[in-house]
């Protein structure tokens, strides 16, 4: 098997599928250029019994040619054959396969939400040929990859019909982490600093494509100039391209990240029901379908009791492109160049690092040491008019609630050095815990934790802070 980075967890889920000794059906399913289709071709290069892509926008009976002409390739016929639908397709694929000397047969569909077609029957000649024929034999891996997430849980995994309990295995392909990043960017001999890494992952997220399309003989400025603000850029035109490949109704989808862009702090479904006038059960789909692509995340508010969290807005490819390349509409192909200490892309840079942090909170855990410990995670707010004091309320976006008894109240702060706390910051710092263990009425101990790019500098107001979290324990 071809070396990869990370997926190892997947990796043993696929390969555990094809020694089961037994008929499997796994989905894999994620963002688009996340490596679906690059991790199953890792797994299984050699031991393809048939493969077959479905084509984007493409008719019916141009997915059953391709589909005929795969089938021509494999039994290495001189002729494709003709067919009409897709119970005849499934049939010479059945076929095919009895006449496969293979021990274990590896069949994969990728793009399969593209292959359903308008009044295709896909779905129902799938059901069938699995139901009628694979699952009653102990020799298929039947793996079934796409982009449309809403389509592969809808169809596949949460189907209501025929594949109803069908699915043996579930893997959801999620972004690499900063550790992971670092040894791709190392396998391309790229060796920024971690500093540089940070930045870089602030801006195209874990993303295996769009990592792959740096250029590691020019600076990370040079790269985010090329790929976003050159019109000729691999990524100028990639925000519409990707949504409108991940989901149906994309405009509607691109409402609601648009409003959640607009608030760093989130949204409660409510106000997002309100804003966007997305309601009932098409937002809860809707947000559920941008959960699972790791494009929102739903934050808990410490001390609810009700099931509504906060939505944030998680993917820092949306995030990025909707700060810079939609409200700027520069014409300028080296405004990153260009604009560095400009203060809007400084304090995008630290809202972007809090973005980093939440995306790393077992690693924060693991470097407090209390990665054994049971923990919840949530955020908190307040305004003047819920507290009986004399302040304009308070906010907390990170809050670490533990077992034993203690809370890591977390500020996350992104910086070219060490991060300095001077006497009226101090006082800010000491007045928000007041104000929280008041509001809260929270008996708890309270630990002011700070998680920085290279800690803390040590003066006579750094006292304040109990924990320290640094860069180096986020790619931990």
Known sequence: MKKMVGREKEIKLLEEAYSSGKSELAVVYG???????FLIQSVFRERFSFSYTGAHNKSQAEQLQNFADCLKEYSKSAFAPALKN????FSALEKLL???RAKRKVVFFD????????????????EYFWNSWAANRDDILFVACGSATSWMVDKLIENQGGLHNRITRKINLHPFSLRECELFLKKKNCYWDRFQITQCYMVLGGVPFYLNLLDVNN???QNIDRLYFDKDGALHDEFNELYNALFSGADSYIRIVEKLSEKQSG????ELARITKISGGTLTRMLANLERCDFVECFSQFGSKSNNGTYRLTDFFTLFHLHFCEKQKSKDKEYWQHNLMNPGIVSWQGISFEQVCFAHLDQIKKSLGINGIAT???AWRCTSRTIDCNTDGAQIDLLIKRADRVINVCEMKFSQGEFIIDKSYETKLRNRIEIFRVASKCKMALLNTFVTTFGVMKNSHSGVVQNEVVLDDLFG
Do not use: H, Y
């Not at 897709?86 to 397709?89: L, S, T």
């Not at 949204?267 to 409510?270: A, E, G, K």
């Open 86 to 89: 897709w119970n005849e397709a």
């Open 31 to 37: 963002r688009r250029r996340i490596g679906k289709t």
């Open 219 to 221: 600076s990370l400025a």
């Open 111 to 126: 793009e399969m939400p593209w292959i359903d077609t308008f009044k295709s029957d896909f779905v129902s000649a799938f």
């Open 98 to 100: 009895c006449e496969c």
């Open 267 to 270: 949204m409660s479904r409510q």
């Open 376 to 378: 919840e995670c949530s």
